[in-house]
């Protein structure tokens, strides 16, 4: 599904960022990525969905090559993975329906299925009965559903989330889990960048470890293994 090898990224002032990654991910895995802040974890994270381009190495995902990819054909693969971002990143002025409702509308969804598509997946983050109102009327957990609503509505097979529950207070951040767990019980493949060392403790998934830019451990049902 997800695949990396010997991917290396070097920023222009030098600094390396990621070396020498080589990774598998299958179809269906829940993985959390953890480490130290400035290990990489956000560039390792970025060019799963090109936001980010490797400066060496092939990333694969969905036997696309990402490293090879014009930038052209960019928005196309992208149709195929979902982001979650810590700061929600929803449009102020367009209510919750419409947030969700834009994801499909960007990729020439056909109308009548819209409606459809985007009630069934506010139902699933627990958020229909708000689907009229705006962002700045939720609370951040809230704000969070509709954003995990719009990365999953077009039924991608990845879901990639970087520091999700960063922002939340904990209570909220279980509600928020167990969404990304029904997600990936769906059977799409949900990869989790996260520095909440009682999640990755508790609910069990596998865990790789980055540190100065490579992977130190990978481990099934592993431990965050750090103080956070």
Avoid at 23 to 34: A, D, N, P, R, S
Avoid at 181 to 190: P, S
Wanted: net charge neutral.
């Amino acid at each position: 599904m997800i695949e990396m090898k010997d991917v290396y990224k070097r920023y222009p002032n030098g600094v390396t960022a990621v070396s020498g990654i080589d990774i598998h991910i299958k179809q269906g895995e829940f993985v959390y990525v953890v480490g130290p802040s400035g290990a990489g974890k956000s560039t390792f994270i970025k060019m799963m969905y090109r936001e980010e381009k490797p400066s060496s190495g092939t990333i694969t995902i969905d036997g696309v090559n990402l490293a090879a990819l014009k930038n052209t054909k960019v928005p196309l693969m992208r149709r195929k993975i979902g982001v979650v971002f810590q700061d929600f990143k929803l449009l102020p002025t367009l209510t919750v329906y419409e947030n969700v409702a834009f994801a499909l509308e960007v990729i020439e969804e056909h109308p009548k299925n819209i409606k459809k598509q985007v009630m069934e997946t506010l139902e699933l983050v627990g958020l229909k009965h708000k689907a009229r109102m705006l962002p700045t009327e939720l609370s951040g957990g809230e704000q969070q559903r509709v954003s995990i609503a719009r990365s999953i509505v077009n039924s991608p097979k990845v879901v990639i989330a970087d520091e999700p529950t960063g922002n939340l207070d904990p209570d909220t951040s279980w509600e928020i889990m167990n969404i990304f767990d029904e997600i990936n019980t769906r059977g799409t493949t949900v990869v989790m960048a996260t520095h909440n060392k009682e999640i990755v403790n508790t609910i069990k998934h596998r865990v790789i470890a980055i540190e100065g830019g490579r992977i130190v451990r990978d481990e099934q049902r592993g431990d965050y293994g750090y103080e956070s």
